[in-house]
C-alpha cells in the first residue's frame, strides 16, 4: 500500500494539516495555532496531533507513515527536538520531521530552487536560498525582540495610536471605536484592562481590523500599514548581501497577514517591485504543500 503523508503548518494563530496518498490530498483539517515557545512543547504537539488526526479522519485513516511539521517558533534546535520527541509519543505517525513554518513555504514555493520568502502572520520572518542551496534567515525573533511588520507589531501599534489618541497626543482616529468593538470593550478602561492581559496571539488578532480601518483611509492606521509594508520589505533587502545570487531574485511572500484579499499584501508587492533585483511573485503560496512536498522527499 502507498504511503500515507501529512503535512502541517502550525502558525501563531492557525494550524492546518492535509494527508496526501499517491500524491492526492485525501484528507484536510485546521485548527488552532501552536507556535512553539521555550519549554512548551507539549502543549504544542497536543494541538497539532488533534489536528493531525482530524485530518487523518477526513482521509479515512488512524495513523500515517510520515508527518513534517513546519512550525512558528522552531527555528532552534531545541525547539525542534521537543516538538518531535512529544509527537512522537503521540504515536498517530511512524516519522516525524520538524522543521519552521517559513521552510515548508521555501519549499512551497521554490521546491529546491532559489528564492526569497517574506512571511508575516502573527510574526514575521523572511528566509532565502541562493543557487548554491545555502540558507538564510532574516528577523523571526519573536514578539518581544522583533517580528516587525507583523500582525502582532501592527495590533500593538493600533494600541499604541488609539492611547494618544485617547490623550490628545495626536488626532482622533476610526481605530478607537473599531478597537473597542474587536476587544468586546465597553469603553476604554475596558480596553486598558483587555490589553493587560491579552497574549501576543491576540494582539495580533487586531492586525485584519487595522488594516480594513487603513482601507477605509483613516490616516493613523494608513501609517500603521505603509510601515509594516516597509519593514517586511527591509526582511527580503537585507538578505540581498548574504546571499550569492544574481538576479532576478524571485520573491514569494506568505502568511496570514498576506492572503490575496488582504491590502497589505499588496503594499509590499509593491514595495519590493522597487528592488531592481527582485521579481516578486503573486502566486499564493500553500505552505502545507511545501511540508507534503518534504515528507515525500523523506520518504524517497
Known amino acids: 500500500m ?3 503523508l501529512i503535512g502541517a503548518d502550525v502558525g501563531g494563530t492557525k494550524s492546518a494539516v492535509a494527508v496526501s496518498q499517491d500524491g492526492k490530498i485525501v484528507g484536510r483539517a485546521e485548527g ?10 507539549l502543549a504544542s504537539a497536543s494541538t497539532i496531533t488533534e489536528v493531525v488526526r482530524r485530518a487523518l479522519s477526513d482521509a479515512g485513516r488512524l495513523i500515517g507513515d510520515v508527518l513534517v511539521v513546519g512550525a ?5 534546535p531545541t525547539e525542534r527536538d521537543e516538538l518531535r520527541t512529544a509527537l512522537r509519543n503521540e504515536n498517530i ?15 512551497a514555493a521554490f ?31 519573536g514578539w518581544q525582540m522583533g517580528d516587525e ?27 478607537s471605536e473599531r478597537l473597542l468593538k474587536a476587544t468586546r470593550s465597553a469603553d476604554f478602561d475596558a480596553l486598558i484592562r483587555w490589553a493587560a492581559g491579552a497574549s501576543p496571539a491576540e494582539v495580533a488578532a487586531l492586525a485584519p481590523h487595522v488594516l480594513e480601518v487603513a482601507a477605509d483611509g483613516d490616516p493613523l492606521a494608513q501609517g500603521i500599514a505603509d510601515y509594516a509594508a516597509r519593514e517586511l520589505s527591509q526582511l527580503a533587502i537585507c538578505l540581498l548581501p548574504k546571499m550569492d545570487i ?18 497589505l499584501r499588496r503594499a509590499l508587492l509593491t514595495k519590493l517591485r ?22 515525500a522527499a523523506a520518504d524517497r
Open 2 to 4: 502507498s504511503k500515507i
Open 32 to 41: 488552532p495555532g501552536a507556535a512553539v515557545r521555550p519549554g512548551r512543547a
Open 72 to 76: 512558528a517558533g522552531a527555528g532552534r
Open 93 to 107: 505517525v511512524s516519522q516525524v520531521i520538524v522543521t519552521t513554518d517559513i521552510e515548508i513555504a521555501l519549499a
Open 111 to 141: 521546491q529546491h530552487g532559489p528564492g526569497i520568502v517574506v512571511s508575516a502572520g502573527t510574526g514575521s520572518v523572511a528566509v532565502g536560498r541562493d543557487q548554491k542551496g545555502k540558507q538564510y534567515r532574516i528577523g523571526g525573533y
Open 149 to 175: 511588520g507583523s500582525g502582532y507589531a501592527i495590533g500593538r501599534a493600533s494600541l499604541g495610536a488609539v492611547s494618544r489618541a485617547a490623550d490628545g497626543r495626536s488626532p482622533p482616529t476610526a481605530l
Open 246 to 263: 544574481s538576479p532576478p531574485i524571485p520573491v514569494a511572500i506568505t502568511g496570514g497577514l498576506l492572503t490575496e484579499e488582504q491590502a
Open 274 to 295: 522597487e528592488e531592481p533585483a527582485f521579481q516578486p511573485t503573486e502566486i499564493p503560496i500553500d505552505a502545507v504543500a511545501g511540508a507534503l512536498l518534504l515528507a
